[in-house]
C-alpha cells in the first residue's frame, strides 16, 4: 500500500520525504533531496521548447476518476493520442488537475493548472508532462475540454483511493481536445528536466509548460474547485509550490549548458 500523502500539515509536502507505512520509510527522500524537482517558476532562464506539439482527435473517448489526490482522465485508445515533445514521439497516459497552480509563470500563479503526462513511444518509463494554465475570465463559453467533463464531476465527489475495490472510474465519456491541441501551436513553451509534482517525487520526467492560459468562466472553475479544494481529502488545495533552492540548481544548470 501507498502511505498517504496530502498537501497539508504532517503529510503536506516539507515532510513527504518522512512518510511512513508499517513503521518503514518510503522511498520518497528525492522530494526533499533530488536537485532537479517541479514544480519551478518559469522565467526567461528557462529556455523555449522546439518541435513540439500534439495532434490529439479533435474528441475522443475517456474515463476519468478521483483518485484522492486530483482529477484524473484517461484515454480509452492511448495510441491515437500522440504528441512530438522535443522531436521526440509520446502518446498521452493520463491528465489530470490541481487547483491552484503548481508551477509559477514569472512569479505568478493560476487558478488551475492541468497536467499531461505522457510515455516515450519506443520506451514506456520516460515521461514527459505537458503543463497548461487556466485563467478564470467572466466572458465567452469558457473551455471546452473543461465543458466536456464538467457534467462527470459529480459522480466523483468521495475518492476511492484507499480500497483499491472501491476505485470506480466513470464510464467511457467524450472529451473535446481542440482547445489543447491549438493553445500549443500558437504558444510559447518552456521545457526543462524536472520531477513528478507528488511522491516519490521520481526525476528525469521532461516538463513542457505551455505559457499562454486558456480561459474558464466562474461556472466551470467552481465545479472543479469544489471537488480538489473542498472535498473531504482535499481539505486545502492539490498544489505545491516551487521551493527556491531547486530555482537556483535550475539557473546554475541552465547557464553551464546552453542549448
Ligand atoms: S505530475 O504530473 O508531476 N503531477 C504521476 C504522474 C504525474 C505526476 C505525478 C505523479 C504518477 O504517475 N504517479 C504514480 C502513480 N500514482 C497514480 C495515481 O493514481 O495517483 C500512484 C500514486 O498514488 O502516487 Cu495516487
Ligand atoms: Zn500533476
Same mark, same amino acid.
Given at each position: 500500500t501507498m502511505p498517504p500523502f496530502s498537501y497539508t500539515g504532517e503529510t503536506g509536502p516539507l515532510l513527504w520525504h518522512n512518510l511512513t507505512v508499517d513503521g518503514k520509510n518510503f522511498p520518497y527522500h528525492k522530494c526533499a533531496t533530488g536537485k532537479q524537482q517541479s514544480p519551478i517558476d518559469i522565467t526567461d532562464l528557462v529556455p523555449l521548447a522546439k518541435n513540439t506539439t500534439t495532434s490529439f482527435p479533435s474528441s475522443g473517448q475517456f474515463t476519468i476518476e478521483n483518485n484522492g489526490h486530483t482529477i484524473e482522465a484517461t484515454p480509452q485508445k492511448p495510441e491515437d493520442y500522440k504528441s512530438i515533445l522535443g522531436g521526440q514521439e509520446y502518446k498521452l497516459k493520463q491528465f489530470h488537475f490541481h487547483v491552484s497552480s503548481e508551477h509559477h509563470l514569472h512569479d505568478e500563479t493560476f487558478p488551475l493548472e492541468a497536467h499531461f503526462v505522457h510515455t516515450k513511444v519506443?520506451?514506456?518509463?520516460?515521461?514527459?508532462v =505537458? /503543463?497548461?494554465?487556466?485563467? =478564470? =475570465?467572466?466572458? /465567452?463559453? /469558457? %473551455? #471546452?475540454?473543461?465543458?466536456?467533463?464538467?457534467?462527470?464531476?459529480?459522480?466523483?465527489?468521495?475518492? @476511492?483511493?484507499? @480500497?483499491?475495490?472501491?476505485?470506480?472510474?466513470?464510464?467511457?465519456?467524450?472529451?473535446? #481536445?481542440?482547445?489543447i491541441n491549438n493553445i500549443i501551436d500558437n504558444s510559447k513553451i518552456r521545457n526543462y528536466p524536472g520531477s513528478l509534482t507528488t511522491p516519490p517525487c521520481s526525476e528525469q520526467v521532461s516538463w513542457y509548460v505551455v505559457e499562454e492560459p486558456l480561459a474558464i468562466i466562474p461556472k466551470q472553475f467552481n465545479r472543479?474547485?469544489?471537488? #480538489?479544494?473542498?472535498?473531504?481529502?482535499?481539505?486545502?488545495?492539490?498544489?505545491? %509550490?516551487?521551493?527556491?533552492?531547486?530555482?537556483?540548481?535550475? =539557473? &546554475?544548470?541552465? &547557464?553551464?549548458?546552453?542549448?
Open positions: 519506443d520506451d514506456d518509463s520516460k515521461l514527459a =505537458v /503543463g497548461i494554465f487556466f485563467d =478564470v =475570465v467572466d466572458t /465567452g463559453a /469558457g %473551455d #471546452m475540454l473543461i465543458q466536456s467533463i464538467c457534467p462527470e464531476l459529480k459522480e466523483l465527489e468521495e475518492p @476511492k483511493h484507499d @480500497k483499491r475495490e472501491e476505485k470506480k472510474p466513470s464510464a467511457p465519456f467524450n472529451v473535446q #481536445m481542440h482547445s472543479l474547485k469544489k471537488i #480538489m479544494k473542498f472535498n473531504s481529502r482535499f481539505t486545502q488545495n492539490n498544489y505545491s %509550490d516551487p521551493p527556491k533552492e531547486n530555482l537556483l540548481a535550475l =539557473v &546554475k544548470q541552465t &547557464k553551464q549548458t546552453p542549448t
